[in-house]
């Protein structure tokens, strides 16, 4: 399949690239002027051929057992950027909760040189934990860094003092990512490149390394996650940086566009925003171009063009923020959390493995050393027989989400807490990391039969007699325990929804010879999950043997697992001979957005006859598979006050951006200013704050509080269902609440025990809806509600609608689920 032309300015004809763009460059290929030149030396992003490999050392010795060997070890505080070493100092940044710093330290024993104070701290948000992302460059006696707000600037590498600085959003117009700048600087001569984005042919810049003055910028494209690197080709430098929309090839030092070429990728985290050049040999590129799948192609001159040929695509790596190898002819990555070998000539799957875990790698004298999201340290051969480790060491016990750095002999590492130095020393045998067995329940029923079966012949005929005496998928025994099961001629299958968390997978066991999966695990004998299957890492199916079906926010179709004390909800139960209300649907214009959309608005059975006057429920969301009209009808003039419930669209961008990024005030402002004075003069409301509500869950939740403390005179009643709320929503938006002048608030709050939550990127929305709890129960506000032994999306939610009004709107003599606040 032939692709469009690249446009090339000024490159000769004789140019035959090969690109691999997925944060690598090959071996052989590269050489960078004005980096340190010594070849012991990892000094800035990738290493010293920024193609995390390390030169030339010789670690290993065929034929002998190894281990790993802790030098020196010490706190740290988060933050995701490499450690780069040169001249005996290793260089980092990180955060303390209070300031982001450059930190120096002694390479040999950890000791601090000095460390350089650049900002208060780039708090976490949306999955990501605090501190900064961008990796420093040690050379000429310098070090440069990029903060996460902008702050560029070079350092004395002696002495820590600032040499100059500049702020690429301030001075240079730069559009900040989502998560900050995370782009790592490349040095050229005199050339310090960053890839900044913003209008204008400024998504990449060149800043003169003595003085911080800009040399030139270039490109109209969009920047989030990438990094450039430099290469020489055929005697000639060479300047590869991705964009959101093109890759650019580039003398770095005027900046003058060799070519640039339209990949066509899409935007997402694990797509083109985190995609870096990475070249191969043989004049190929490689593209991670889309989360689902990369792309080979293969680039050749013609006349005055370059075009691209498309080698093959792959499915083996993709969905991954790790930076894959090339080495030997195989490219070694991440797909998904599976690492996995692609002969770089087909494209074809090698071997794939769940071993040692998600993660990050380089390479060192042939052999993959890799860090693993749970903190271990691992080494394995690389090669295309399989993974087969040959040392391991549980070396953190945070997070961590750096790669490995290789200096004179040795692997520095660093975790969200700690930072480290291992030698990889001779071992009289193999000492591996034991395993543990995950999904195995021993002393189970269950678990005796799996024994059986595995000891049996026939293994087949046992299965199928189990199997025709079960009433229900999955089981459930008298203990508590869920037994998951699949039977089908698959290579892998594991588990997805609410019971592993957000990207997170299970994986199932196998019975040895046989098409019998399993995976058991305690659940509260309330309990209700989704749940859904992966096979061999790409189809997700409902589970065949359940017919409990559903369609989970995020998660998508799913199946539902139910625990025997689970009780099914009657509100949500349609009654033939309740008289419903009426959905009023009136188009509304507003005056800050100048735009129009149309709002939903439940009106009670009688309200048309009656003359009276109703509260009002205000719903940050529209009515779309909601069941809440449902829960109204039933419940209304007999649990609950009879009310005016009225849902609101999104009127600008939804989701994140809307109710908590960039557009919350205005959003809020036309929710507080135009909806509400609206529907209280179309409409025969209370117009008080005792009889308005404000209603949401997630980030409908998060608003909800938001609007009803930033007006504190306006609303008298909240309601949250797993409100969206992190440490740096706390930081930001804590005060409201701490500093609140509210007398008298009813609030409902809720959140599941097994809500939206990714255990190796370090957040869990039901732990931080406790944490909300704990600042409303600080200041004196009761709730109720709490915890519940569910998961997350509309299914969850919907089963205590009735709570949430009968909380709020509670009839007659009723009990009155709030105490509102305490003193």
Known sequence: MKHPPITKRGARNYLVITIIVFLQMSQGLLSVSGA?????????????????TADGEAVFEKGENYQLKV???????SGYSDISIAGGVAVTMFSDSTNDFVVALNAEDGAEFWRFRIDSTYMGHFGSQNGPISTPLIADDKVFALGPRGHLFALDLKTGRKVWSSHLVDNHEAATPFYGFTTSPVLY???LVIETGGPEHNAITAFDKNTGELLWRVGNDRVSYQSPVITTLNNQPHLFCAGGKYVYGLEPESGNVLWQYGHGGSGGAFGSASMSPVILPDNKIFLTYKSSESVLLQLQTDADTLSAQEVWRTKAIKKSYTVPLYHDGYIYGYSGAFLSCVDAATGKTVWKSRQPGDGFLIVVDGHLVLTTKKGTLNIAKATPTGYSELAGLELFEQLCWTPPSFANGKIYAR????????????????????IEEQGVMPGSEFAKFIERVSAAENKTEMI???????KQMPLVDEEGMVHFLFRGEVDEV???????GMDMELSMNRVEDSDLYYYSMPLEADAQLNYALLKNEEERVVDPLNPNKVNALWFGESSLVTMPQWVKPQHLKEQDEIIAGRIDSVLFKSAISDSSRTLEVYLPSGYDSSKGSYPVAYVHGTIGSSKIPTTLNNLMGRQIQTAIVV?????????????????????????????VPFIDDKYRTRPSAGSRANLGAFYGGFMAFYTTFKYPDMFGKLGMQTPYWDPDEEKKHGTLISGSSIQMLDIYLDWGKYDLRNALEGW???????????ILREKGFDFQGGEVNEGFGGTSWSNRTDKVFETLFPIGNGVKASAGKSN
């Open 71 to 77: 030098i020196w070890q010490k706190a740290l505080g």
């Open 189 to 191: 001569n005199n050339a």
């Open 36 to 52: 340190s030149n010594d070849k012991n030396d990892w000094p800035g992003w990738r290493g010293p051929n920024m193609n995390g």
């Open 415 to 434: 975790s969200h807490g700690e930072i480290a130095c291992v030698e990889v020393v001779p071992a009289d045998r193999i000492t591996l990391m034991e």
């Open 764 to 774: 869990d929305m039901g732990e931080y809806a406790q944490s909300f709890a704990r």
């Open 494 to 500: 594991a588990l997805v929804g609410d019971v592993s």
């Open 464 to 470: 199928d007699d189990f199997m025709a005496t079960q």
């Open 647 to 675: 849902f609101i669209p999104p009127f600008i961008q939804r989701g994140y951006r809307e109710y908590l990024g960039i557009n919350k005030d205005t959003y809020a402002r036309i929710f507080a200013e135009e909806i």
